[in-house]
């Protein structure tokens, strides 16, 4: 058997047809019997139109059997008895070999928004991190006979009860769940949460979300590949530290936010100094010694940098003073 997809190439009907075809047979195997069992006590022949009814009737029934419909992005997966022998994807209403059975499945994308989880980032601390996965089926060989997804239609609790699945491709979605949390974990542990003191270069989950986000794509398709899932996007759509350590990194990012800050007031306060001293030579507007430029722009670095709204001294004496 060939292990890999293929279209089915069994005979196949158009569905209205035969349908109209099996009524009128079991119709005429109804009346048969009827008219064989009204016969019988007065005709040999009875007993043979009795048996010619029934055995309408019940290839009827079996026929009936046959008849799926398709709508667009589904496919039938074609199993006579064991063997595969191929996908059906025609859309519209058919009748096939009774004796084939059919597996539905759907090439529609499907979305999971998986809920937060908590892993240890490259520098070992605890933070939680949720993503989003678009995702659809791909091969329906992989998905049937690769995985064993007829005993993941079925879930345990926790007091060991079993509870089916309606759908297979419910089934699918536990095993994308499954499996994306898994690349996510795997993902995560590769880098740290923000750029630490020494090193401000690395990439980080919380600066390169586009890049992040890819190599998780990536990686989960190569998980993903051996059902035959494929992945149309994945993307991290929360991040956070754990509560343990939440209020400790917030101290720690507001104390890198006021250093950057106070970096760029003292930049702009030595610009403007150096800027009024410039002017003043330049204009000369008054004479300045080097021990009145230093108390200048001691005084004005004062009032540059202050947080709080300075309070002037006026100098009622020398400017020695």
């Not at 009128?24 to 005709?43: H, K, R, T, V």
């Not at 009936?64 to 199993?79: H, L, W, Y």
């Not at 190599?215 to 994945?234: C, F, N, S, V, W």
Request: proline share 2%; with cysteine; charged share 20%.
């Amino acid at each position: 058997m060939e292990k890999k997809e293929f279209a089915f190439k069994g005979t196949v009907v158009n569905g209205f047809a035969m349908l109209s075809l099996t009524l009128a047979l079991l119709l005429c195997g109804i009346a048969s019997a009827i008219y064989g069992f009204a016969q019988e006590d007065n005709n040999a022949n009875g007993g043979l139109f009795v048996g010619l009814g029934v055995a309408l009737i019940v290839c009827m029934i079996c026929v009936m059997c046959g008849f799926v419909k398709i709508e667009p992005n589904e496919a039938r997966v074609m199993v006579f008895f064991g063997q595969y022998k191929g996908t059906f994807t025609t859309v519209g209403f058919h009748w096939v070999n009774p004796f084939i059975s059919t597996k539905r499945l759907s090439f529609r994308a499907r979305n999971i928004d998986a809920a937060p989880i908590k892993v240890n980032d490259k520098t070992g601390n605890p933070v939680l991190i949720g993503m989003m996965l678009v995702w659809r089926l791909r091969d329906t060989y992989k998905a049937i006979f690769e995985i064993d997804s007829e005993a993941m239609a079925t879930s345990v609790d926790e007091n060991g009860k079993v509870n089916p699945v309606s759908n297979i491709m419910m089934a699918f979605e536990r095993f994308v769940r499954i499996q994306g949390d898994a690349a996510l974990r795997h993902v995560a542990g590769q880098y740290a949460y923000d750029n630490t003191d020494d090193d401000k270069t690395a990439q980080t989950l919380r600066d390169n979300s586009e890049e992040i986000n890819k190599l998780l794509e990536q990686t989960l398709d190569e998980r993903l590949d051996m059902a035959g899932i494929e992945i149309i996007e994945a993307r991290i759509n929360y991040l956070a530290y754990a509560p343990e350590i939440a209020a400790v990194m917030l101290r720690r990012q507001q104390a890198s936010a006021i250093i950057s800050a106070r970096e760029k007031i003292v930049e702009g306060a030595v610009s403007m100094v150096d800027m009024a001293l410039k002017k003043l030579d330049k204009e000369n507007v008054v004479a300045l010694d080097d021990d009145k430029k230093a108390a200048m722009v001691s005084n004005l670095m004062v009032v540059l940098c202050s947080e709080n709204a300075t309070q002037p001294v006026v100098n009622s004496g020398t400017l020695n003073m």
